[in-house]
Structures are given as C-alpha cells and as structure tokens.
C-alpha cells in the first residue's frame, strides 16, 4: 500500500482520538513495538491470569494518539495496520477496553461452549462484518465513531449509521 492511502487517517492524528487493537499472537514488529510500551498508553483486552498467561500473545488496546511514534509506525504503509484495527472514538482507554472486552466471547449460549473471537484480526473483519445482523454490528461499534482497516491497495473506512436503520457503510480514503 503506498503512503497517499494513509494520508488522510494520519492527518486526524493531531485532533482526534484515535486507537489501535492489535493483535499480538501474529509475530513480528507490532507484538515486539506493543509489549515494550507503557502501561499507561495500552490495555491488555485479556485479564487476571489469562491475561498475565498470555501477555505475549493477546489483543491489545492502544492510544494512538498518547503515542504519536507508535501511531505513525501502525498507521505507516506496509506496518501494523496488517496486524490489528485503528479506530476513532471520543471514549477514553478504560471504557473502550471494557466495551472490547464484552465482544471477545462467541457461542451458541446455552447450546455450545463460549468461543474466543477474533474480531481484533484484520484478516476476520472484511468477511465478519458486512454480514453482521443490525443488532451484533451496533455491539460491535458501541462508542466507536468508524474503524480503519487497510488492504494491499487501499485504506476503508468502516461506520456504522446512528440515525434510522441500523446500517454498514464502507468508504475507500485515499489522498
């Protein structure tokens, strides 16, 4: 993907409040850039001994905007947006890692076993969502105003429309 793609997503970076989840099991340069951040601009969406079991290799989520050479390495061509989301929302750290939290379980219920979901996975994404019924995609933005996915060729932006009907929309940025 080449840097006019990102263009305008880095542009938001000055002003607004922009966050990444990513995901630390796929190996490389993000999961060593995440573990070595501080505690103050990340969480863990993992907790208690789950959390400390597989620090190494759990979703996490980060202010971009609290750690600007972080962000502008995600957000660079070719970087991290390949190993987790970017997203905007006007919610601070706690509550977006309480809403992200709830959405890491999946299953039949009472019928089949709770099941680790992916959703953090930029590969699980583009076929999840635009699938999703109205009721799970309004789960899934809670307080987030659109997310950020980038392809080999393009950066889309993902939002979700308040008023009226519950419904998906999908736009390309590009510089």
Not at 119 to 141: H, K, S, T
Not at 150 to 169: K, N, P, Q, V, Y
Request: proline share 8%.
């Amino acid at each position: 993907m080449s840097s006019k793609h990102l263009q305008p997503i880095r542009d938001l970076l000055p002003d607004a409040s922009l966050y990444a989840l990513v995901d630390t099991a796929l190996k490389g340069p993000p999961a060593e850039r995440v573990l070595k951040l501080n505690h103050r601009v990340k969480r863990c969406l993992f907790r208690g001994s789950l959390g400390e079991t597989l620090r190494d290799v759990a979703p996490y989520l980060i202010d971009l905007k609290a750690q600007t050479t972080f962000a502008r390495w995600f957000l660079g061509p070719g970087n991290g947006l390949q190993y987790g989301l970017a997203f905007e929302s006007p919610a601070g750290l706690d509550e977006l890692n309480a809403h992200f939290r709830h959405l890491l379980l999946a299953g039949v219920f009472p019928l089949g076993p709770a099941l680790h979901f992916r959703f953090y996975d930029a590969r699980v994404w583009p076929a999840w969502l635009p699938n999703c019924p109205p009721d799970r995609l309004r789960a899934m933005f809670g307080p987030v105003d659109r997310f950020f996915l980038a392809t080999d060729e393009e950066m889309h932006t993902w939002s979700l429309s308040r008023a009226g009907r519950c419904r998906l929309s999908r736009s390309v940025l590009t510089a």
